[in-house]
């Protein structure tokens, strides 16, 4: 297997690594990207508190059915009340709420078959976010600190996964 590409950057004492799915010529179910989610997902698990979580009704409905698209949304914390609609030309193109990581939740992450699930997701720890996927473009890690991003490399080592680090401006 050759070497995943992860483009890292220094922001503040955080460390991002970001997994940009079209360079690395992978499908969002394929099991190179669902370990590089864990070994993420395991670099903060201590830290995290939060899910922000972004979709389209029709979306979700088309790739997963609409009762199994209602059932995950509310098992993720989506209510009424937390969810608001984001409006453009006064028609609505996607929803977005925020909710608390629980381990229930945090298993459906680690778990996931296809990490595009769910189009826009972030893990945060509180405001901040750790873990962002943006809509089949890339996969992304902010490491709080040199702990974490050890973690995440050395998971990604355990995980038999090559890697190399190319730093961006």
């Known amino acids: 297997m050759n070497a995943i590409t992860l483009y890292t950057k220094r922001i503040g004492q955080a460390t991002s690594f970001e997994f940009n799915l079209f360079d ?10 669902r370990k590089v989610f864990m070994a993420m997902l395991e670099s903060v698990r ?16 088309d790739k997963i059915g609409v009762r199994r698209a209602g059932e995950l ?16 030309n006064g028609a609505v193109f996607s929803r977005t709420f925020r909710a608390s990581l629980t381990k229930e939740r945090y ?6 078959k296809d990490i595009a ?22 996969l992304q890690l902010i490491a709080p600190d040199s702990s974490a991003s050890d973690k995440f490399l050395e ?15």
């Open 73 to 88: 949304l509310r098992f993720l914390g989506a209510t009424r009340e937390n969810t608001r609609d984001n409006v453009s």
């Open 117 to 138: 699930t769910l189009a826009h997701y972030r893990l945060q720890e509180g405001e901040a976010d750790r873990i962002v996927f943006y809509f089949t473009r890339y």
């Open 46 to 61: 201590q830290c995290l508190s939060d899910v922000e979580i972004e979709y389209n009704d029709s979306m979700m409905a």
């Open 24 to 33: 690395n010529q992978f499908a969002t179910e394929n099991l190179a990207v």
């Open 155 to 169: 998971r990604l080592e355990s995980f038999s996964l090559p890697y190399r680090l190319v730093p961006i401006m």
């Open 107 to 112: 298993d459906y992450f680690y778990n996931l």
